[in-house]
Each structure stands twice: as structure tokens, then as C-alpha cells.
């Protein structure tokens, strides 16, 4: 258990569907992060919140909306997404928004048909 | 833009030997390199890090050694156990626009044989 929990962990959506995803940490961190993770292929940086703020949108898709409503929840809503969007969304959590000593949840495997 | 090359993608060790695993990085101005292992069904977990300020780090049976001339670091394991068998990322830290962010790589798969 690493402190940050994650739900759905499978989510199968159409591609005119609407879903969120919930992350939630319990380790006093002020720092929530998303990554996507495909197969093969580094991480890639989606979002990054520092206190609640967006300090990071890695040109990102507006189909993909994040939500902070404070430092210990994050959430990505996800509207109208396309089947190259199917991938391992995983979130994290640390301190400060230095990306040191990152702690992951187990992702949410999406798949979208 | 700033990239992490990661080798090699596959790595099968008999039980008992050592691994290593090489990532080389092209920001010059990078200076914290963690590393990750991420087992099936989890998350990546932070295994260790190393600054730019020292040469190697070990942990037990594991060990970071950075050439910050070459730009390399390498991850070492020794004395490999079927629990080692996961998918490894490097990280580098890198200034992109505004922010520091970290470039990760591909990851290597580790196969324990028994």
C-alpha cells in the first residue's frame, strides 16, 4: 500500500461516454500529479497541481479535464476520448511539485472501444 | 527535446547473478536521476535516487552509479531474486519551458530465471 489509492481500476468506455477518475492520497503531500503510461513507451505528464494549483498542462487534450479540489484528492474527467486514448492512467503524489521521491497508485487500465 | 535512453529492454539473469541496467540522458543540466520499479498490477515505486553531487549510491543489494561527463547512470543489482523480476524505469531530472520536470525511460523488463 503506498498511500495513494486509486479508483476505477478498470474502466471500458465508449467513445461518446463521460467517467471520471478518482486518486486520493493520504500521506500529507502537497503535490498530485497524472501520468498516462502506454506499453513500451516512458511516462508521459499529463498534469500537475501544487496546492490545489495547476503548475503543469503538458499540452494535454482538452477531453481530458483534471479536477483538485484540495491537495489530497485529484480527478480526471474524461468526455468524447478516442481509442488511442486506451492506456494505464496512473497518479502520484509527493511533497512538493519536484517530482522527487514519487508515490504511485496502481493505476486505472482504461480501454475505449 | 530533452530525452532518456534506457537499455536494454529485456534483461533474463540466472537467480543468484547481478544486473545492470544503463540509461543515458541528454539535458547536461540534469541533476537527480531516480530509479522505479514497477511490478504487474502496481505502480512504479521508487527503488533509489541519486544527485548529481555523487558518484554512486547503494542501497543493500542495489547501487546507482552516475558519469555525469557521458552523461550515463546505471542501476546494479546483485545477488538477483525471483521477487527482483519487474519492469525498471530510469528518470532524469530536465528544465522544460518554465518548470523542471522528469524525462523518463522506456523501462526494462527484468526476468529472473530460477
Not at chain 1, 51 to 58: D, I, L, P, S
Request: contains cysteine; neutral net charge.
Amino acid at each position: 500500500e503506498t498511500g495513494v489509492t486509486q479508483t476505477p481500476r478498470h474502466l471500458v468506455m465508449g467513445m461518446t461516454n463521460k467517467k471520471s477518475l478518482k486518486c486520493e492520497q493520504h500521506l500529507g503531500h502537497n503535490a498530485m500529479y497524472w501520468y498516462k503510461q502506454s506499453a513500451k513507451k516512458p511516462l508521459e505528464l499529463m498534469f500537475v497541481y501544487n496546492f490545489k494549483e495547476q503548475t503543469e498542462n503538458n499540452s494535454v487534450p482538452s477531453r481530458f479535464s483534471p479536477e483538485c479540489p484540495n491537495s489530497s484528492h485529484l480527478f480526471l474527467h474524461l468526455h468524447t476520448l478516442q481509442p488511442e486514448d486506451s492506456a494505464l492512467y496512473l497518479c502520484a503524489s509527493s511533497l512538493r511539485d519536484q517530482y522527487e521521491k514519487l508515490f504511485f497508485g496502481s493505476g486505472t487500465q482504461l480501454s475505449v472501444l | 527535446g530533452e530525452n532518456v535512453e534506457q537499455h536494454p529492454s529485456t534483461l533474463s539473469v540466472q537467480e543468484g547473478d547481478s544486473a545492470v541496467i544503463k540509461c543515458t540522458y541528454s539535458d547536461s543540466a540534469s541533476n537527480y536521476f531516480p530509479w522505479y520499479k514497477q511490478e504487474l498490477g502496481k505502480g512504479p515505486q521508487l527503488i533509489i535516487d541519486i544527485r548529481s553531487n555523487v558518484g554512486e549510491k547503494k542501497d543493500q543489494r542495489i547501487a546507482v552509479t552516475l558519469n555525469k561527463t557521458a552523461k550515463h547512470f546505471s542501476l546494479h543489482i546483485t545477488e538477483t531474486q525471483p521477487e527482483d523480476s519487474a519492469v525498471y524505469f530510469c528518470a532524469a531530472s530536465a528544465r522544460l519551458r518554465s518548470n523542471y520536470q522528469l524525462i523518463w525511460g522506456a523501462g526494462t523488463k527484468l526476468i529472473i530465471k530460477p
